[in-house]
Protein backbone atom coordinates (compact mmCIF):
# COMPACT_ATOMS: atom_id res chain seq x y z
CA UNK A 1 0.00 0.00 0.00
CA UNK A 2 1.39 3.31 -0.98
CA UNK A 3 0.52 6.07 0.81
CA UNK A 4 1.60 10.13 1.43
CA UNK A 5 1.98 11.96 4.71
CA UNK A 6 1.80 15.50 4.88
CA UNK A 7 4.03 17.74 7.94
CA UNK A 8 3.73 21.66 8.56
CA UNK A 9 0.97 23.63 7.50
CA UNK A 10 -0.69 25.88 10.15
CA UNK A 11 -1.44 29.91 10.52
CA UNK A 12 0.58 32.48 9.76
CA UNK A 13 0.71 36.36 9.37
CA UNK A 14 1.00 37.33 6.50
CA UNK A 15 4.90 38.07 5.25
CA UNK A 16 5.45 34.84 7.25
CA UNK A 17 6.87 31.94 5.91
CA UNK A 18 5.52 27.75 5.99
CA UNK A 19 7.63 24.94 5.37
CA UNK A 20 5.02 21.76 4.31
CA UNK A 21 6.40 18.10 3.81
CA UNK A 22 5.47 15.40 2.66
CA UNK A 23 6.52 11.29 2.62
CA UNK A 24 5.71 8.78 0.38
CA UNK A 25 5.79 5.20 1.66
CA UNK A 26 4.88 2.01 0.90
CA UNK A 27 5.93 -0.37 -1.94
CA UNK A 28 7.34 1.84 -4.41
CA UNK A 29 9.68 1.13 -7.43
CA UNK A 30 9.53 4.47 -8.95
CA UNK A 31 8.13 8.14 -7.98
CA UNK A 32 8.01 10.05 -11.77
CA UNK A 33 6.61 13.33 -10.27
CA UNK A 34 5.95 15.26 -7.35
CA UNK A 35 3.93 18.12 -6.07
CA UNK A 36 1.39 20.64 -4.28
CA UNK A 37 -1.72 21.71 -5.35
CA UNK A 38 -4.18 23.59 -2.60
CA UNK A 39 -8.00 24.39 -2.42
CA UNK A 40 -9.47 27.33 -1.10
CA UNK A 41 -13.18 27.36 -0.47
CA UNK A 42 -15.08 27.85 -3.58
CA UNK A 43 -12.74 27.24 -5.77
CA UNK A 44 -11.15 24.71 -7.89
CA UNK A 45 -7.98 22.60 -6.97
CA UNK A 46 -4.59 24.10 -8.47
CA UNK A 47 -1.41 22.99 -9.11
CA UNK A 48 0.62 25.01 -6.73
CA UNK A 49 4.28 23.62 -7.65
CA UNK A 50 5.73 20.86 -8.85
CA UNK A 51 9.14 18.78 -9.39
CA UNK A 52 10.13 15.95 -11.72
CA UNK A 53 12.38 12.82 -10.37
CA UNK A 54 15.60 14.72 -12.76
CA UNK A 55 14.95 18.23 -10.69
CA UNK A 56 12.89 20.36 -13.22
CA UNK A 57 10.15 22.16 -11.23
CA UNK A 58 7.21 24.30 -12.32
CA UNK A 59 5.17 27.18 -10.64
CA UNK A 60 1.98 28.54 -10.92
CA UNK A 61 2.66 32.24 -11.57
CA UNK A 62 1.24 32.97 -8.36
CA UNK A 63 3.92 31.69 -6.28
CA UNK A 64 6.76 32.30 -8.71
CA UNK A 65 9.27 33.88 -6.20
CA UNK A 66 8.18 33.19 -3.19
CA UNK A 67 7.69 29.20 -2.84
CA UNK A 68 10.19 27.00 -3.73
CA UNK A 69 9.79 23.06 -3.95
CA UNK A 70 12.64 20.43 -3.72
CA UNK A 71 12.24 16.85 -3.05
CA UNK A 72 14.71 13.98 -1.86
CA UNK A 73 14.53 11.24 -4.20
CA UNK A 74 16.40 9.00 -1.30
CA UNK A 75 14.20 9.35 0.81
CA UNK A 76 11.01 9.94 -1.11
CA UNK A 77 10.13 13.48 0.30
CA UNK A 78 8.97 16.56 -1.55
CA UNK A 79 9.25 20.46 0.76
CA UNK A 80 7.17 23.41 -0.11
CA UNK A 81 9.16 26.07 1.34
CA UNK A 82 6.64 28.86 1.44
CA UNK A 83 7.65 32.50 1.77
CA UNK A 84 6.28 36.42 1.63
CA UNK A 85 2.81 34.62 2.05
CA UNK A 86 -0.60 36.45 1.46
CA UNK A 87 -3.61 36.08 2.79
CA UNK A 88 -4.74 34.56 -0.96
CA UNK A 89 -2.51 31.63 0.18
CA UNK A 90 -4.79 30.22 2.65
CA UNK A 91 -6.02 27.05 1.56
CA UNK A 92 -5.79 23.08 2.43
CA UNK A 93 -2.81 22.26 0.47
CA UNK A 94 -2.62 18.74 -1.06
CA UNK A 95 0.85 16.27 -1.70
CA UNK A 96 0.58 14.68 -5.16
CA UNK A 97 2.58 12.17 -6.90
CA UNK A 98 2.85 10.32 -9.24
CA UNK A 99 3.96 6.93 -8.48
CA UNK A 100 5.22 3.59 -10.14
CA UNK A 101 4.33 0.85 -7.47
CA UNK A 102 6.57 -2.47 -6.92
CA UNK A 103 3.50 -4.49 -7.13
CA UNK A 104 1.77 -3.24 -10.39
CA UNK A 105 4.50 -1.47 -12.39
CA UNK A 106 1.95 1.18 -13.59
CA UNK A 107 1.75 4.62 -12.39
CA UNK A 108 -0.86 5.82 -10.41
CA UNK A 109 -1.69 9.32 -8.39
CA UNK A 110 -1.66 9.30 -5.26
CA UNK A 111 -2.80 11.71 -3.21
CA UNK A 112 -1.90 13.51 0.59
CA UNK A 113 -4.71 14.24 3.22
CA UNK A 114 -4.24 17.91 2.97
CA UNK A 115 -2.85 20.39 5.21
CA UNK A 116 -4.47 23.34 5.97
CA UNK A 117 -2.34 26.98 5.77
CA UNK A 118 -3.98 29.71 6.73
CA UNK A 119 -2.57 33.67 6.51
CA UNK A 120 -3.79 35.78 8.45
CA UNK A 121 -3.47 40.18 7.49
Known amino acids: QVQLVESGGGLVQAGGSLRLSCAAS????????MGWYRQAPGKQRELVAG???????NYADSVKGRFTISRDNAKNTVTLQMNSLKPEDTAVYYC???????????????WGQGTQVTVSS
Open 96 to 110: YAQIVAAVTFMPSDY
Open 26 to 33: GRIFRINY
Open 51 to 57: ITSGGST
